[in-house]
Structures are given as structure tokens and as C-alpha cells.
């Protein structure tokens, strides 16, 4: 193994200016392949907005017309430490002597790997943008000893968070020989407010068996001066910061700030959220598990309402804007006959509406399920209940109840109409979903996602957020997992093969079709 290589930084060009990178990327790499770019690692180097780029790259043909060459590279880089600190030195990574990676092929990630966004592309297409592939470097950018890094959890509740916090201490210390951890308590505001806790892989060993966060967390209370006050005056070098959209959002502020200050300071995200609603990446850790306890609501509700003449069973499930909690434990489940989210509008009354479909269901079966995303409906909601717009310490859409809603509307209807009688029955499992351990899948991907995280930290990336895009895990600029939410889009084939599974309406009128 090279142990003296010099820092691969210092190879760099100077930093590029959007419009030079674009060019540069379509005119002097459009026509080789990226292994002949040793370089093209380290840029650009500043986190460069994708479509911009994307506009000013054209398809180029090769010399061989019939192949059309990978043109329209976009490598959406992560900073670096070395960004505002150029003179900061590395070091040969510890991984090198550990016994864990001793037999491994490649222990490091070639510089120029790199994870494609997307990877159902056509003959011509451009190679589109890719993110760099997460994973250990051969150099660091701090000596073990020197590390103290944090850990801090914001936002909701959501199964697995604990694994992580485990992993990420028991990543430091084993693999890097770090041995100075610090827990924040109780979210971004326990920066300045509360003690920290010192956590070592003892302590974290069995935290994983438990639901939770076992460092508490916090909505609001992000001021980013004083955390960063704080960072420096603990002298702090690493922060690892787990939690969803709003806390990703107040980790790209916190390295701003870092960046600004010239600080020394690794700050990686790990992506949060019960949801799923986290853009880019494939999915959130704790909502396979989540999906999977839903089954037993769901299941409970079957149980009921088909012990009864015409029971009609309604789950509420998570999912404040994005329905894939919802969505995904219907498609799980065989028992249930209509699943509602909020990207999908419905109407009660009428032809084609839900209380027909209820009436025909309970015909042709004597029982029916609805499961519904917190989210959806809720303009109807807001339409019957006057309310006032009560919002979280986040600044978060406090939601109406529409489990509660929709249960009075088909009792009222039912008992209006008086053509048959109905038997319902409302189950709200949210907070017991949320708050269970991580299962098996959830708890490797968290180890995953702790692992990268560290490893980018080590190897002096900061600003990023880690997370699998299409299976492979990646370093994603902050910006990019915030400037959207990811929600079910249901004008594509999975809500398509939900309503194939459930067989219920779509409830769209002519024209919704049209718009969509
Ligand atoms: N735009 C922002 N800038 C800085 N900090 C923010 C921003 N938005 C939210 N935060 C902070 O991030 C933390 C968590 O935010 P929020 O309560 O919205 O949860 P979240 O991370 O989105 O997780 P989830 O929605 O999955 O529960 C809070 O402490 C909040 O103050
Ligand atoms: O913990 P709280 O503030 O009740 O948050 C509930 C919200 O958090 C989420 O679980 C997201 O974390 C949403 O699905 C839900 O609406
Ligand atoms: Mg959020």
C-alpha cells in the first residue's frame, strides 16, 4: 500500500466557476471515459446546482456513429474541508491496519467511483448526474486522536435512529481508533441548553433493541450561531446529525456557518424520516419496518370488521404530505380495499365516490379496509372543522385528524341512507408504528448509513448527506435532499399496481386526468 502519496487535493485546479465547469465537463470529458479522469474526483468542487448544468450539455456522437457516446457527465460533488481549509494535511487511513478490512480486495473507494442518479437511461441519453460513491478513502483528513466528534437527533420519532447512533460510535472507535464521542441531548437546541454525554461503544452497545432516540430529540431551536459557538468552543471537529428534511436543512446552515468561520469541522447529515419523503434517495431507514408493522393494524382491523355483518375497518397511517407509508402496507397486505394518501384526491359523494365504493365492497364481501395517510383529505377536514393554522416549534402544518373525519362521514352517511347498516371500526397505530425498533433490513442498511457517514467525515467531506441511490450508497449535497420532498407520484406504474392490488377507484374526474 502507497502510504506517501501526497494529498490528492493538491492536485486540483484551481476552483471552477459554473459556467467553466459545465463547458469543461461537455467539451474536454464528453469524449473519454471517466476513468481517464483521474481528476475529475475533486470537481467541481463547490456544490454546483444540477440543472443549470445539465442545460448547457449536449449530446455529442462519437467517432463511431453507431455508438452515442456517454456524453452529459454531471458529477454533483460534495465539499470538502480542503475547500476552505487548502492547506489542511492528510494522513494514511487507519483502515489500512484493521484487522476487519485486512482480507478485503479494495479496502478504499477509487476516487473516481461514482453513483449514477439515474439508471434507466435510453441508447442516447446523457450520462445524466451522478454523486460521489460514499465509502472509505486511502487519506484522511484527521488523526484519531485529534477527533472529537458529536451526535445530535432532530425532528420526529422514527424506528432505527438508535442503530445509527450506535453504529456511527461503534464506526468511530473500531474502525478509526476515535474514542472522544459526545451525544447531544434532546436535538439541535441541546447545542446550547443541555449537557452532553460521553458515549463509547459500551455505552451504546444494546441501545439498538430500543425504540426511540436514546439522546432524546427536539423540534425548533435551531439558532446556528450558537450552535456553532458551541461546536468551537467544545472543540468539537465532527458532527454527525440524524434526522429529516427540516434538520437536513439546519445541517447545510450549520456548515455554511463552519465553512464561513473556517473551521476545522466535518458535518455529515444521515438522512431521517418515517415518511420516506427524503428526495434522492432510495428510501428512509425505519420505513421497511415501519410498512411491516403496519401489517398487524391492518391485520387487527381485518380481524374485526370481518367477524361483523358490513364491518368497515379504517387504519391511519404516517405520511404527512407522501403516502408511501400508506402505500406500501396496502400493497404488503392482501386485506385491504382502498388505501387514500394525499397525492391522490378522493370525494365521498356521488358516482364514483368512496361511499359507493363502500356500499358495493360490503355487498360483494360483508367487509371492507381503508387504510389513509395522515395527510390525506385534509382540505376536506379543514373545510368541516373551521381550524386555526396551528403549526409545530419547526414551523410544520400541524395535521386535522382524518381518520376522525372520515370515520363520523361514512357513520352519518350510513346512517342516513338507512339501506344498510354498518359496523366501524378506527384504528389510529402512528405513534406505536413509530416508535418500535428497527427489524433486521432496517437494522443493516442503518449500519450502512453509519458507516459512510464516518468514513466522509474521516476523509474530510463535510456537507454532504449519505444515503443508497439505486442500491449504492452515495455522498449527496445537502441541497439537493431538501429543495423537494419526495412524494408518491401517482401518475407513475406503482400507484398504477395499487389500484390494480386493491382494485378500488382512483377517484380522478376527466379533468384531473387531463391535468395530469
Ligand atoms: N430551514 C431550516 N433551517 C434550519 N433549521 C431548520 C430548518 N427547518 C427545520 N429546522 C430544524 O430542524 C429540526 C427538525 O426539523 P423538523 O421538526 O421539521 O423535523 P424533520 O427533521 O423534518 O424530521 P421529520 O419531519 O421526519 O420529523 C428542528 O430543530 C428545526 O428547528
Ligand atoms: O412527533 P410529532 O410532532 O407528533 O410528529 C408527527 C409527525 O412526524 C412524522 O412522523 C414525521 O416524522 C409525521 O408523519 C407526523 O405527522
Ligand atoms: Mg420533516
Known sequence: MDHSLSSPLSK??????????????????SLRPLSNFPNLN???RTSIRKPLLLRHIQPVRAQNPDQTINDGFVLEDVPHLTTFLPDLPSYPNPLQRSQAYAIVKETFVRPEDVVAEKIVVQKNSPRGVHFRRAGPRE???FKSEEVRACIVTCGGLCPGINTVIREIVCGLNYMYGVDNILGIEGGYRGFYSKNTMQLTPKVVNDIHKRGGTFLQTSRGGHDTSKIV??????????VYIIGGDGTQKGAAAIYKEVAKRGLQVAVAGIPKTIDNDIAVIDKSFGF???????????NAAHVEVESVENGVGIVKLMGRYSGFIAMFATLASRDVDCCLIPESPFYLEGQGGLFEFIGQRLKENGHMVIVLAEGAGQE????????????????????????????????????????MAINLKYIDPTYMIRAIPSNASDNIYCTLLAQSAVHGAMAGYTGFTVGPVNSRHAYIPISRVTETQNVVKVT????????????????????????A
Open 229 to 238: 459557538d458551541n461546536i468551537h468552543d467544545r472543540g468539537i471537529n465532527q
Open 42 to 44: 475533486f470537481k467541481p
Open 139 to 141: 487519506r484522511v483528513y
Open 288 to 298: 421497511d419496518t415501519a410498512v411491516e408493522e403496519a401489517q398487524r393494524a391492518i
Open 380 to 419: 376536506f377536514v379543514s373545510q368541516s372543522m373551521h381550524p386555526v393554522d396551528e403549526k409545530d416549534a419547526s414551523g410544520n402544518r400541524l395535521l386535522l385528524d382524518v381518520g376522525l373525519w372520515l370515520t363520523q362521514k361514512i357513520k352519518d352517511h350510513f346512517t342516513n341512507d338507512r339501506t
Open 492 to 515: 407513475d406504474r406503482m400507484w398504477a399496481r395499487l389500484l390494480a392490488s386493491t382494485n378500488q377507484p382512483s377517484f380522478l374526474r376527466n379533468e384531473e386526468m387531463e391535468k
Open 12 to 29: 486540483l485546479p484551481p476552483p471552477l466557476s459554473l459556467s467553466e465547469t459545465s463547458s469543461i465537463l461537455y467539451s474536454r470529458y
